[in-house]
């Protein structure tokens, strides 16, 4: 079975905190990805990465930065944490033809 | 402009009946289509999928049809039962490239 774990389900956070967010994903997977949920937006794509050490922006990017050091780890990051940075993210890897979720990380950001 | 569209925000169906969950989609690029079930405090799991070159898709209770000219899928839930309530997402994408999801669908389901 694949597994994508994140670090922390329920994270509460400061305005202007840094903020890491950690995926691992144990498939041997190329591909991995962070969303973001939100009521009556779905999932949006944050950022991904075809590889190590290699990242691409996605649909809304701005205030949010990735790193990728080892295949199985993908990090979001937030340099200076918002309120309206709160919300449920999402970590996924790609298989053959789907996504593979994580259990998803609340973020409340004070 | 959202590429993929699930209007109906919420459906409510009684336990034993059919579930009919639409999504539409803009990009005639998008060649591969996918439902996801969501409860809450958990990730999205994957429900059943459909390629383009398909019109039905069947995995036990659960059956995607792919109207391409109409760009407009659904799933259907024969029969609904409580468990299966949760939020549905539909998912796209074209040649492989990222999934685009539509905004989901809370369905449920009442004994």
């Known amino acids: 079975d694949v597994k994508v774990t994140q670090s922390s389900r329920y994270l509460v956070k400061r305005t202007g905190e840094k903020v890491f967010l950690e995926c691992v994903q144990d498939?041997?997977?190329?591909?991995m990805f962070w969303y973001r949920q939100d009521p009556g937006l779905g999932l949006r794509l944050i950022y991904f990465?075809?590889?190590?050490?290699?990242?691409e922006k996605g649909d809304i990017p701005e205030g949010y930065s990735v790193s990728r050091e080892k295949k199985e780890r993908f990090s979001l990051i937030l340099e200076s944490a918002s309120t309206n940075q709160t919300s449920m993210y999402l970590c996924?890897?790609?298989?053959?033809?789907?996504?593979?979720f994580g259990p998803g990380t609340r973020l409340t950001v004070t | 402009d959202q590429q993929v569209k699930q209007n109906s925000p919420s459906l409510s169906v009684q336990e034993g009946r059919i579930s009919i969950l639409n999504c539409d989609y803009t990009?005639?690029?998008?060649?591969?289509f996918l439902w996801y079930k969501k409860y809450p405090a958990e990730g999205p799991t994957f429900l059943i999928s459909?390629?383009?070159?398909?019109d039905k898709n069947e995995d036990g209770r659960f059956t995607v049809f792919l109207n391409k000219s109409a760009k407009h899928l659904s799933l259907h839930i024969v029969p609904s039962q409580p468990g299966d309530s949760a939020v549905y997402f539909c998912?796209?994408?074209?040649?492989?490239?990222?999934?685009?999801f539509g905004p989901g669908t809370r369905l449920s389901v009442l004994p």
């Open positions: 996924a890897s790609t298989g053959a033809y789907e996504q593979y």
């Open positions: 498939m041997d997977h190329e591909n």
């Open positions: 990465s075809y590889d190590v050490k290699m990242k």
């Open positions: 990009n005639s690029m998008f060649d591969y």
């Open positions: 459909i390629s383009s070159i398909k």
């Open positions: 998912a796209a994408s074209a040649h492989g490239q990222n999934f685009v």
